[in-house]
């Protein structure tokens, strides 16, 4: 495909990709026989021009958007504007992100292989090159109450998750309602799907949040201060490495968030209590 600035649509979880979704027999507790649906993974293969950069098992629903939002957040392309064209092709299982011209990493870099559920393959220290603390001069805010009936939304949309659950989230939203609802069995490769959307759609990403169902960790702390993104939300708990960089890095991260229960570990300054 094309890359293009355009105006972008709001993205859902794609419920109508049957082919991830399986229905099995299995035994319960009560000896009976019941069905269930299972979530399928497969390898897709990342190239960055005519190396490979890595292989990573994804649901693979947005292949494009997950191979650039995985280099964007790695700091091996910076902008849309380097981007000459993605492929997809679905029978070899491989994207291709073609850059206008050669990139360092290309030969500076080993081929890694990422698994569903940790965080093989994120290179931490060419993150943390590309990063610095977000922006307090001209400080974006946002409503408790919206936030609130945002995430009520987000839990309430028909997704993989509540189908057959073994998934993550990661969502874009904006100070009214969801953009980008991302799943995919590892919340690292949700969160690139994000990335990947904000870079390949041109999103100002400074007055969006980050709502994620994983938990708070340094890797999901690095890659929403990668995107710009100010706030990070999540239901689940935190580290302590992540609520340090969070504070670092001046990113509002709010955890625990459950109903009208949450905490907030950094930059409560961007909250409005409504």
């Not at 029978?91 to 940790?118: H, M, P, Q, W, Y």
């Amino acid at each position: 495909m094309k890359i293009k600035q355009k105006n972008f649509k709001k993205i859902l979880p794609k419920l109508k990709m049957k082919e991830s979704i399986f229905n099995e027999k299995v035994i319960n507790e009560k000896n009976e026989s019941q069905s269930i649906s299972l979530i399928d993974e497969k390898i897709l293969t990342i190239y960055l021009n005519k190396q490979e950069i890595l292989s990573a098992m994804t649901i693979c629903d947005y292949p494009e958007y997950l191979a650039v939002g995985f280099l964007f957040n790695q700091n091996m392309i910076n902008s849309l504007s380097e981007i000459k064209e993605v492929e997809f092709n679905e029978d070899l299982s491989v994207v291709v992100v073609r850059t206008s011209k050669a990139t360092l990493f290309e030969t500076n870099n080993k081929k890694r292989i990422k698994t569903s559920g940790c965080a093989m393959g994120t290179i931490f220290g060419e993150m943390f090159e590309k990063i610095s603390p977000l922006s307090s001069e001209k400080l974006n805010t946002f409503s408790l109450k919206k936030i609130k009936g945002i995430v009520k939304e987000i839990n309430q949309t028909p997704s993989l998750y509540l189908e057959a659950g073994a998934i993550h989230g990661s969502v874009l939203c904006d100070r009214k309602s969801m953009l980008a609802y991302m799943e995919d069995v590892g919340r690292h490769n949700a969160v690139d799907k994000v990335s990947g959307f904000i870079v390949m759609e041109a999103v100002d990403p400074t007055d969006k949040f980050l709502y994620t169902t994983g938990r708070l960790t340094t890797e999901m702390v690095l890659k929403t201060v990668s995107m710009g993104i100010p706030l990070l939300v999540s239901r689940s708990g935190f580290t302590k490495s992540a609520v340090e960089l969070a504070r670092k890095f001046n990113l509002t991260m709010v955890g625990r968030f459950r109903g009208n229960r949450f905490m907030c570990v950094s930059g409560f300054e961007r909250i409005v209590l409504d």
